[in-house]
Antibody, heavy 127, light 111 residues
Framework: QVQLVQSGAEVKKPGASVKVSCKASAYTFTNYYIHWVRQAPGQGLEWMGRINPTSGGTDYAQKFQGRVTVTRDTSIRTAYMELSRLRSDDTAIYYC????????????????????WGQGTLVSVSS | QSVLTQPPSASGTPGQRVTISCSGWGSNVGSNTVNWYQQVPGTAPRVLIYNNNQRPAGVPDRFSGSKSGTSASLAISGLQSEDEGDYYCAAWDDSLNGPVVFGGGTKLTVL
């Protein structure tokens, strides 16, 4: 069955960087974008960025531009999210998710949804 | 502050029908489709509805979605105790907010 398995919890100091991995299995890795979504304690979901595993092309939320980098290694079916210059309000659970497109009647992409999620990685930022 | 607006809480008794609203703007809900996710505490979200009203395989038909203009709704009929959790709407966004925006989430309590 399709699985996304993320790396373990991290504790970081303000100003440091963190890199979270997301290993995919049981599907063709290059056929689906991988997205990163975070959730601060007691808060809602926040989209951060995505990567096209085939081309390596990325898009990021404006809020994280310049601080987040999403990469992938197709040889080991793994995507990575690196967040730099960490602050205390970056404390959150970070999820990777696979995106599946759906199409309208003219076969044009109408949207996508996140059909599989990683288990989440808690990143704690504290001095 | 989330781009899409949801009520912070909703509740119902077993067997009842509950609806959760999601209000957006022309750049997101008004011009793109809406998805809904359920999150049980301590677990990752799972998709309930995509493309406004489509259910992925395995999602009970008690869950239904609709959209009109810049608003969308999730309806849960025959409420069950296991439906308790947080519900989020999401949509593509054509503005600088995008490409994906979420609602702030609605905590559903089954009384």
């Amino acid at each position: 069955q399709v699985q996304l398995v993320q790396s373990g919890a991290e504790v970081k100091k303000p100003g440091a960087s963190v890199k979270v991995s997301c290993k995919a299995s049981a599907y063709t890795f290059t056929n689906y974008y991988i997205h990163w979504v975070r959730q601060a304690p007691g808060q809602g979901l926040e989209w951060m960025g995505r990567i096209n595993p085939t081309s390596g092309g990325t898009d990021y939320a404006q809020k994280f531009q310049g601080r987040v980098t999403v990469t992938r290694d197709t040889s080991i079916r793994t995507a990575y999210m690196e967040l730099s210059r960490l602050r205390s309000d970056d404390t959150a659970i970070y999820y990777c998710a696979r995106a599946t497109y759906y199409y309208d009647d003219s076969a044009s992409p109408a949207g996508y949804y996140f059909d599989y999620w990683g288990q989440g990685t808690l990143v704690s930022v504290s001095s | 502050q989330s781009v899409l607006t949801q009520p912070p809480s909703a509740s119902g008794t077993p067997g009842q029908r509950v609806t959760i609203s999601c209000s957006g703007w022309g750049s997101n809900v008004g011009s793109n489709t809406v998805n809904w996710y359920q999150q049980v505490p301590g677990t990752a979200p799972r998709v309930l509805i995509y493309n406004n009203n489509q259910r992925p395989a395995g999602v009970p038909d008690r869950f239904s979605g609709s959209k009109s203009g810049t608003s969308a709704s999730l309806a849960i009929s025959g409420l069950q105790s296991e439906d308790e959790g947080d519900y989020y709407c999401a949509a593509w966004d054509d503005s600088l907010n995008g490409p994906v925006v979420f609602g702030g989430g609605t905590k559903l309590t089954v009384l």
